[in-house]
């Protein structure tokens, strides 16, 4: 499981640890991984030459100790020191005792343009809003001639605990976080700020509480999370998804959530709705009911929404049944809200930005924007999991206060008509096999993720190869687990 707590968490086990080590040596720690991620960067350090962006606080004492080693390793280092009068002593002197120079921002752009790294040390935890002006400017620059760029900690400009971007900001291939990941190196727009990610241990582990603000899952936890059938299995053991989706207009969304739910480990996927004729041509294992859902026969978790039309009277009959329900597309917007609410089995509802946007009385980009915080007020309004989909999936349990769910096997081929319903299918059926909504969603998200991955090896695809790769999403989570 990666984990990524807030900024205040972050300050008062960092106080902790400091208390029981020598002073400093937090940042020396920090400085040593930094320094060795960048030799990674370069190849080769003797010769390169890199330029340091150091703000006022200790994100731009870590800069310098770091810009220290690679100049005691023979690159070229200048500083450019955007508050020369806040300038970390300790890191300045080091620098300049192993052969770094500074130079003001207003003479720093010749360097930059002969930079073959720049390291971004800025601003880290202690930042607030974008980047100000001088250094917005720098940014630009750097941006323009193109040099590799390591972010301290965080990309600078960004808000480490919400990944929210609020003006400019700098754009790293790699951050080298300290201690542990913040929410904004795994939340987009921030995430797409911070390019690859590396964690380096300051020892800070110890001193963290045992629930984090964000959580990712892996392969690991993934694998232990999926259903395996076992010698007392039958179908009905395994558990039973009933999908209520399509409708006379948009027949393939009932056939794109049933071929979701199909690999999705449940041992019997029921389709009620008026496309059962389509799905039965595709999927003739699926179990189809020209009656509504109450009459349909037993299932332990519905979905509904996918393609769904302007069927309210479904929807209400779904809501009103005692088991799990996955709640989707045009379903969110027939749903009553109070009937969400007064639920006692569990409701995971899976809108996009646009539809939670719709749902909160905001719009798509308000929940871009802040796409955390508009998951847990889903959450809390609805009193169920919400997953938002999009370039990063999040899934905020019931309430919205809990930990958070961030999923990061998605790629943007995902973004094609109809990947969204197979997700519901899946995740349905994953419901249907006994995961709670939490672990449901994230652990649908992530297959759905890896699927996608997988049909596309970076070329287009339909939203039918995604559900067609779920199986090998499985194996491949299954296997390496059993490799590692
Ligand atoms: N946690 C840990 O365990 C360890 C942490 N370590 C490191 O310390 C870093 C935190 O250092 P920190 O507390 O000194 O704050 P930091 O981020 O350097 O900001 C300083 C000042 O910047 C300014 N400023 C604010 N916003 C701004 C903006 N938008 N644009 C421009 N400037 C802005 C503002 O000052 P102001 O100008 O307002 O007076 C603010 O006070 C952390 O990220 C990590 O790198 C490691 O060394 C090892 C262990
Ligand atoms: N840029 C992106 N990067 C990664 N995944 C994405 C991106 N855009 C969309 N997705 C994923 O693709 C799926 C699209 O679902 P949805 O918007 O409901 O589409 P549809 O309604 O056509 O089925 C979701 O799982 C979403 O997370
Ligand atoms: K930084």
Redesign the pocket.
């Known amino acids: 499981m990666r984990t990524a707590y807030c900024v205040e968490t ?2 008062r ?2 106080r902790e ?2 208390a029981r080590v020598p002073e400093g040596a ?2 020396q ?3 040593a991984g930094l320094a060795a991620a960048c030799a990674d960067l370069l190849g080769r350090v003797y010769g390169r030459r890199v330029v340091l962006l150091v ?9 310098l ?1 770091a810009g220290a080693r690679l100049s005691r390793r023979g690159a070229g280092v200048t500083a450019v020191l ?2 020369p009068d ?1 300038t ?1 002593a300790g890191g300045l002197t080091a620098l300049l005792r192993a052969g770094g120079r500074t130079v003001a921002p207003a003479g720093a752009e010749g360097a930059v343009r002969r930079a073959d790294l720049v390291l971004d ?12 002006p ?2 917005a400017a720098l940014a630009a620059l750097v941006a323009e001639a193109g040099p590799a760029v390591v972010a ?3 990309p ?2 960004v808000d ?1 605990d919400t990944g929210e971007v609020h ?1 400019s900001a700098i754009r790293a291939d790699l951050t080298v976080t ?2 542990t990941h913040k929410p904004g190196l795994l939340v987009d727009p921030a995430r797409e700020h911070a390019g690859s990610v590396r964690l380096v241990d ?1 020892g ?1 582990g110890a001193e963290l509480p045992a629930e984090p603000e964000l959580e990712a899952l892996q392969h690991a936890d993934v694998a232990a999370l999926l259903p395996t059938p076992g010698g007392e299995s039958d179908k009905y053991r395994r558990g039973v998804v009933g999908v209520a989706a399509g409708s006379a207009r948009y027949p393939g969304a009932a056939v794109l959530a049933v071929a979701g739910a199909l690999r999705g480990g449940a041992g019997a996927v029921r389709y009620v709705g008026p496309a059962g004729d389509t799905v039965l041509a595709r999927f003739p294992e699926t179990l189809v009911s020209d009656r509504g859902p109450k009459q349909a026969g037993r299932v332990q978790a519905w979905v509904v929404g996918p393609g769904a039309g302007e069927d309210a009277g479904t929807v209400a009959e779904v809501l009103a049944a005692d088991v799990p329900v996955l709640v989707d597309a045009d379903g969110l917007r027939l749903a009553d809200a109070g009937a969400v609410r007064g639920r006692t089995a569990p409701t995971l509802m899976t809108p996009h930005a646009g539809e939670a946007a719709a749902l909160l009385g905001v719009t798509r980009e308000e929940v871009e924007r802040a796409r955390l915080a508009a998951a847990r007020e889903l959450a809390a309004r609805y009193r169920a999991t919400v997953l938002l989909k999009g370039s990063t999936t999040l899934v905020a349990d019931a309430g919205g206060a809990g930990v958070v769910r961030v999923n990061a096997t998605g790629t943007a081929w995902l973004a094609t008509a109809g990947s969204g319903d197979v997700l519901s299918g899946l995740a349905g059926s994953l419901l249907a096999a006994g995961l709670n909504a939490l672990d449901a969603g994230s652990a649908g998200a992530y297959l759905h993720g890896l699927a996608g991955r997988f049909a596309a090896h970076g070329a287009p695809v339909g939203a039918h190869d995604v559900a067609a790769a779920i199986p090998e999403a499985w194996r491949d989570v299954r296997d390496r687990d059993l490799r590692d």
């Open positions: 972050v300050r086990a960092e640890l400091m937090l940042m720690r920090a400085a703000g006022s606080g200790d994100n731009g004492g870590d800069a100790y955007l508050a806040h970390h040390g800025i601003v880290g935890i202690g930042g607030r809003g974008g980047l100000r001088e250094a301290v900690d965080l600078s400009g480490a003006g300290f201690g300051i800070l």
